[in-house]
């Protein structure tokens, strides 16, 4: 789809800006010999996890002392 854009003469910024990408990532898509192909990323676990105990504390003490910060 790129490349047929690209051959029936839109230029990369055009291109970029129509289908909401980068510049640099179009003009790799066309000069790119294969089509595009999508990549499932891996599932990180949030490195904030660890802290949760930590936060549902907070949390319950700030629930509890709510009329104090009224």
Sequence with gaps: MIKEMYERGMSISDIARELGIGRKTARKYI????????????????????????????????????????
């Design 31 to 70: 000069h790119s010999p294969n089509p595009p192909s999508k990549s499932k990323r891996k599932q990180r676990k949030a490195n904030w996890i660890h802290l949760s105990p930590i936060f549902k504390n907070e949390f319950s003490v700030f629930v509890n002392n709510k009329h104090k910060f009224e």
